[in-house]
């Protein structure tokens, strides 16, 4: 088969591997589409997230929907022939995390392209039968590989607890805070403003019915607007380390920040007494858990939409590309999709 390997900063190379052997509690997946997460494109780039270096080659991609080409001898439930979402996290169920309902959290968890377990930017694998969702005839395979981003600010937005008609602000206006924002609408915020550098995202932002603000005059503005109270929730979804103190600037006294976004640098600052004086509760939200067929069910009754994000589409052969036009920028990308 082919996959699509990275080696380090920038080099990935497109290969020929072995197809995967089927284990009793598997499927054999033949991968359809992979959308490419900001995640993704850090390890492209940087040939690291945070701290986790690429040590080996590595497949990346963890966004992706396939067909079901065998099953194990012990799967219940799934058959050939269903296409279906992934969740790319294989929990281990046992430790304390898993136990409390946290398996975000567990320790020993196998992360589909992360460092050391291969991702889904090759023509087949085997997966775990429990991490399978099957897709709606509605849904094509490029919104199904977004349910995952979906899930992200699922889990985001039920750390903020938003209460109706609170005001947001949104920092960054990828796929994620776009998703963010279309969340904070339908829990019922009476306001979510927009903050990005890049115009053509703050218009997206606007047709989602958020309010656009560029980052240079975010903190004026929106403290103006808000008759210097600043908002009662922030959503940062940035690559920027700087995101994280313009959030503290923002926020109203007693408010939350949630930290969603993965930055350039492993080290974030904060005004700490700022912070302090306003009381600000700090929130990091860690991926998700269970939320896959509640993301399929806001999509399938129009209440969240996923259809503009996958703005480019490439073959596997042309992954370089792919990568390359998400990392710079570039002809207003959002989301780059590999389809097979």
Known sequence: MRAARLYGARDLRVEDLSEPRLGPRQVLLQVRAVTLCGSDVHYYRLGALGDTPIREPLILGHEFT??????????????????????????????????????NLCPAVRFCGSPPYDGALRQYLAYPSE??????????????????????????????????????????????????????????????????????R???????????VKVSEAVDYILRDTKGR?????????????????????????????????PDEDTLSFPASLMRRKGVSLLISRRMKHTYERAMALVERGLVDLSYLATH????????????????????????????
């Not at 920092?171 to 339908?186: K, V």
């Open 202 to 212: 703050c218009e997206v932002a606007e047709r989602l019915g958020a309010v656009p």
């Open 313 to 340: 589409r490439f073959p596997l052969e042309d992954t370089k590309a792919a990568f390359e036009l998400a990392s710079r920028y570039e002809d207003r990308v959002l989301r780059a999709a590999v389809e097979f």
């Open 230 to 262: 600043g908002v009662d929730l922030v959503l940062e979804a940035t690559t920027d380390t700087q995101a994280a103190w313009q959030a503290i600037d923002l926020v109203r006294r007693g408010g939350k920040v949630v930290l969603v976004g993965i």
């Open 131 to 200: 991490t399978i969702f099957p897709l709606p005839e509605s849904m094509d395979y490029c919104t199904g590989a977004l349910l995952e981003p979906l899930g992200i600010g699922l889990h985001a937005m039920g750390l903020a607890k938003l209460r109706l008609a609170d005001t947001v602000a949104v920092l960054g206006c990828g796929p994620i805070g776009l998703i963010l924002i279309q969340l904070a609408r339908i829990s019922g915020a009476s306001v979510v403003y927009a903050v990005d550098p890049l115009a053509y």
């Open 66 to 103: 396939a067909d079901i080409v065998a099953v194990g001898d012990e799967v219940k439930g799934l058959h050939p022939g269903q296409r279906v979402a992934v969740d790319p996290a294989q929990f281990c169920g046992s430790c304390e995390w898993c136990r409390e309902g946290h398996p």
